[in-house]
């Protein structure tokens, strides 16, 4: 008698067996959109700069060029002011954002732009409640200083430290928790490449800045193309070495994968970069071309860890003579990491076929042998 009257039942038992196995060996994929998800808002000439994400209002928050305030936008493009803070001076501008989730408060630069009088500051901001909880005044590394400082970007770390980037002094200020502001990295790195001088941002030194879990501070500067990478703990600095120097580069957020991305509103342009040794060296393994026209400058990793970008049109709202109500958000993708996942989903597919086709030859000839037996 055959231990098996009909293959029907062997073929049923082995397909789901080998859905099993493919499941298991590669998990499907996280479901993306075919196209990047882009958010198209309206807000009468906002010119927003900053970009940051809220993860427990599940919104983007973004400043403003012209007005005194802080905005939600959530994923549909709906608009609500969040903060507005008539008492800082008339004429300042929002510039970087930072949600710090360990206080649930955002923080926020304040810069006064030329020809206004001088104010450079960091605001806190309660996110439930949407009170002012500080205003700190950044100090200048020295009163007698022609170069007027500029607060352009700030980032967060796990203590509720903020750090700020000064363009045109090329050195970052720290203000705690509870609004205390210094100097805290004026590292001779900064200053030790040459600054490209025929170019409309020869003047913006130190730019974007990203706080990592390790203990350290990722910096852009615009004028030189350089990263440079600062300790949090004492300030001290190195350039990051890259297998090429980026141009103006402006904006940077490391996803939680230890990709890092740069955006330049100059060249309209993405970059992502990976490091192997904890940031000492850096390779750009792909860029994309973004809205030109849009001037993108921040960069954020949003929900599901996907990474967007502001079309703020800053450049047109510095001129002062334009009027305008709509700007975007629109999510960044690797081309080539989305070529890779599919690369490496074949490949564990392949795998688990091979390994599926090995199995049934055995389970074949352990049949074969069972039937041998009982007849």
């Known amino acids: 008698m055959n231990l098996l009257s009909s293959k029907q039942p062997f073929t049923i038992v082995t397909a789901l067996l080998f859905l099993l196995l493919i499941h298991h060996i590669s998990p499907p994929p996280p479901v993306l959109a075919a196209t990047p998800h882009v958010i198209n808002f309206r ?6 700069e900053g970009l940051a994400w809220d993860p427990k209002g599940q919104h983007f928050l973004v400043g403003s060029l012209r007005h005194r305030t802080i905005s939600a936008v959530s994923d549909a493009g709906v608009v609500e002011t969040l903060i507005s803070d008539p008492s800082l001076p008339e004429n300042v ?80 200020w720290k203000v705690n928790d509870r609004g205390e502001a210094s100097i805290f990295s004026n590292s001779p790195r900064f200053t030790e490449h040459p600054v490209v001088r ?27 193309g350089k990263l440079f990478k600062v300790n949090a703990e004492d300030g001290t600095a190195r350039q990051v070495l890259l297998n090429g120097d980026l141009t103006a580069p402006d904006g940077v ?26 940031w000492g060296e850096g390779v750009v393994f792909d860029k994309i071309n973004l809205d030109l026209e849009g001037y993108p400058t921040s960069v954020v990793v949003g929900e599901m860890d996907r990474a967007y970008v502001i079309y703020g049109r800053v450049n047109e709202g510095i001129l002062g003579n334009s009027e305008r109500e709509s700007f975007g958000i629109e999510e960044v993708r690797s081309p080539k990491e989305s070529e890779d996942e599919n690369i490496w989903m074949y490949v564990m597919i392949g795998l688990g076929l091979a390994y599926f086709m090995y199995w049934r030859f055995q389970m074949g000839q352990l049949v074969k042998n069972m039937n041998k037996k009982i007849n």
């Open 93 to 172: 501008t929002i510039l970087g954002l930072a949600v710090d989730s360990r206080n649930n408060r955002v923080l926020a630069v304040i810069h006064a732009m030329k020809p206004h009088p001088p104010f450079n500051a960091l605001a806190a901001y309660d996110l439930r409640s949407r009170h002012r909880e500080f205003l700190s005044l950044l100090p200048s590394a020295d009163e007698n200083d022609a170069v007027r400082p500029i607060a352009n970007d700030v980032a967060v770390d796990f203590k509720g430290n903020a750090y700020v980037t000064n363009s045109a002094g090329n050195y970052i």
């Open 198 to 224: 025929d170019t409309p941002y020869s003047f913006c030194g130190l730019n974007g800045i990203a706080y990592v879990s390790n203990g350290y501070l990722i910096v852009s500067q615009s004028n030189t």
């Open 253 to 278: 957020v490391l996803r939680p994968d230890g990709v890092l991305l740069v955006v330049s509103p100059v060249e309209g342009k993405v970059w992502f970069l990976k490091s192997n040794d904890g």
């Open 43 to 48: 807000s009468p000439n906002l010119y927003p």
